[in-house]
T-cell receptor, first 113, second 113 residues
Framework: GESVGLHLPTLSVQEGDNSIINCAYSNSASDYFIWYKQESGKGPQFIIDIRSNMDKRQGQRVTVLLNKTVKHLSLQIAATQPGDSAVYFCAENTGNQGGKLIFGQGTELSVKP | DGGITQSPKYLFRKEGQNVTLSCEQNLNHDAMYWYRQDPGQGLRLIYYSQIVNDFQKGDIAEGYSVSREKKESFPLTVTSAQKNPTAFYLC????????????FGDGTRLSIL
């Protein structure tokens, strides 16, 4: 979920476990969603995307689920590794403003070896 | 290698000074974007450009200016009118069509002297 202020939601998991990161998006007209991974001091890195005509999409070790009824997006990471530790952002695209993305606040994933 | 290059990585601004952040892409993308990221927060759109010689204000354009004279370049100037410029600035590009991801550079961290 989202929180206000400077404290990111955090998720701590053990190496090898599965991780689920959740995101509530804001605009029911949004038709395209992206998950990004951001490591400290770097730009966001594209992980996976999904269009609104789908409810699930799988990549390598990652799955995105979309529930349009409750405006909820989740990212599942299988067999989480220490290298997965980062801040994860969901972003939505309403199709307005030249492809402008609306970003969530982010969730910090910490993987314990 | 194709990608987005931002420079410098770190930048310091004195009071009353304008500074310009560079963003270059060799992905042949039509659309380019500038975002600002504050600690523990998501990204906010400053300006975007869908085509050469055209750009639009995003959500927080006050105190910033841009130009788009070439397809591969989209420099951002932080003017003295921006009273709180300390942040991490991220440039992105995309094909500009709906349902296309934005790809990011590794950012410029701007601080005040």
């Amino acid at each position: 979920g989202e929180s206000v202020g400077l404290h990111l939601p955090t998720l701590s998991v053990q190496e090898g476990d599965n991780s689920i990161i959740n995101c509530a998006y804001s605009n029911s007209a949004s038709d395209y969603f992206i998950w990004y991974k951001q490591e400290s001091g770097k730009g966001p890195q594209f992980i996976i995307d999904i269009r609104s005509n789908m409810d699930k999409r799988q990549g390598q070790r990652v799955t995105v689920l979309l529930n349009k009824t409750v405006k909820h997006l989740s990212l599942q990471i299988a067999a989480t590794q220490p290298g997965d530790s980062a801040v994860y952002f969901c972003a939505e695209n309403t199709g307005n403003q030249g492809g402008k993305l609306i970003f969530g606040q982010g969730t910090e994933l910490s993987v314990k070896p | 290698d194709g990608g987005i290059t931002q420079s410098p990585k770190y930048l310091f601004r004195k009071e009353g000074q304008n500074v310009t952040l560079s963003c270059e892409q060799n992905l042949n993308h039509d659309a380019m974007y500038w975002y600002r990221q504050d600690p523990g927060q998501g990204l906010r759109l400053i300006y975007y450009s869908q085509i050469v010689n055209d750009f639009q204000k995003g959500d927080i354009a006050e105190g910033y200016s841009v130009s788009r004279e070439k397809k591969e370049s989209f420099p951002l100037t932080v003017t003295s009118a921006q009273k709180n410029p300390t942040a991490f600035y991220l440039c992105a590009s995309s094909l500009g069509q709906l349902s296309q991801p934005q790809h990011f550079g590794d950012g410029t961290r701007l601080s005040i002297l």
